[in-house]
């Protein structure tokens, strides 16, 4: 019987024993918390873990609750050794050496053998991969989302096995093993279930973890509010807090806690903001000179959209348009149940959940130009619909 894409990656997991952990740029409560626990778990089982968040040296200030937040990696240094592999089962290896002949630049490795021999096709050649036999990427559903960093080490995603653990329908199915699930409502509530299996049982969970994945399950849901909340995600949660979660921190640090850049951006994105009325949507948008402003940073954008403009009544949807990197960003959320935001994101190149979805437009042109034209064909969009 074939093997179900949860018990291969508890296989590979199990005979693995330096692994890699990769969550998405711009890390927001469900790629830290889940890489975090994650983290801590695989430590308890006596793996050699090195976790990395690709961003550029700064975590979420609104995630400093978080223990051991401090031992997540921002990159892994480029490895300088060229490493030779002799295969020896048909020889015993006695001593190795080397005789360098600088006059025509070369260099000779001596293999003294004791026993058998070895012959040319012994001999094999490749980059270190910094000697991890695992990578494990989560909450990304693909590998252009994890930027530089894969840029930069490319080869270690091709050449050692890969798994895939998401909740994203738009994942593209990029892992040696691809654990996605569409109805989770985040990758922490996915890695609770991998955890349990693991441990089998409760062992796995201490309070670090428990919190860690606990803050992947409220930001995602946007503390049980999002319309992707499920029964599941309730029972998973209480589950969560019986084993020590600190449910209270997690939500004084992330939604009880508003900096003055962040209210200010929010005035902003409040005084921009235009209702489409009939159509049954809002929008507005943000500069980059505005945003550059009041200081916000990307997180604190980023969660305008979430934490304001999902709850205007009377409307099926709203759009954020930024300016972020040089790009323009457009960020979807449903106000209502069963409206597939994803659809609309996909019109201009994007994806994401039918909740919540995104769009990058990098033409060249300026927001003002992209925001007219965005906004007109939604209209049409949506005047075919309603
Ligand atoms: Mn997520």
Not at 75 to 80: A, L, P, T
Not at 155 to 163: G, N, R, S, V
Not at 205 to 219: K, M, P, S, Y
Not at 360 to 366: A, E, L, N, S, V
């Amino acid at each position: 019987m074939e093997l179900s894409s949860k018990q291969q990656a508890i296989e590979l997991i199990k005979k693995s024993q330096k692994i890699l952990l990769v969550t998405h740029k711009n890390p927001d409560g469900d790629a830290i918390g889940s890489i975090l626990a994650f983290k801590i778990a695989l430590q308890t089982l006596g793996k050699e873990v090195v976790a990395v968040c690709p961003c550029s040296g700064t975590m979420p200030d609104n995630m400093n609750f978080l223990k051991d937040i401090d031992k997540l990696q921002f990159n892994i240094e480029s490895s300088k050794d060229f490493v030779i592999t002799l295969d020896t089962t048909e020889a015993e290896v006695q001593k190795l050496g080397y005789k360098q002949k600088p006059e025509d630049n070369k260099l000779n490795i001596v293999v003294t053998l004791s026993s058998g021999q070895l012959k040319p096709e012994n001999v094999s050649f490749g980059k270190s991969a910094f000697g991890f036999d695992l990578v494990v990427v989560l909450d990304s559903p693909d590998l252009e989302r994890l930027g530089d960093f894969f840029d930069q080490h490319t080869e270690l995603f091709y050449e050692i096995p890969l798994i895939n653990i998401d909740h994203h329908s738009s994942n593209d199915y990029f892992g040696k093993v691809n654990w996605v699930d569409i109805a989770a409502t985040s990758t922490c509530e996915i890695l609770v279930a991998l955890l349990e299996a693991l441990g089998q049982g409760n062992q796995l969970f201490n309070e670090e973890v428990a919190t860690a994945l606990l803050t992947g399950i409220i930001t995602d849901t946007g503390s049980f509010q999002n319309v992707n909340t499920t029964p599941k995600s309730f029972t998973v949660a209480a589950q969560l807090v019986a084993l020590g979660a600190r449910q209270q921190d997690i939500i004084t640090s992330i939604f009880r806690t508003k900096s003055i850049t962040t209210l200010k951006i929010w005035g902003k994105v409040l005084t921009n903001l235009k209702d489409e009325g009939r159509l049954r949507f809002v929008w507005s948008t943000a500069s980059k000179d505005e945003i550059n402003e009041v200081g916000a940073n990307l997180s604190e954008v980023g969660g305008v959209v979430d934490e304001l403009l999902k709850s205007v009544p009377d409307t099926d949807f709203s759009l954020l348009i930024t300016e972020r990197n040089g790009n323009i960003h457009g960020s979807l959320r449903a106000t209502k149940k069963n409206i597939d935001v994803a659809t609309i994101a996909g019109m201009f190149g994007g994806g994401g959940h039918p909740q919540a979805a995104a769009f990058d437009i990098k033409d060249g042109r300026g927001l003002e130009d992209v925001a007219r034209e965005v906004v007109s064909r939604i209209r049409t969009h949506q005047s075919n619909r309603v």
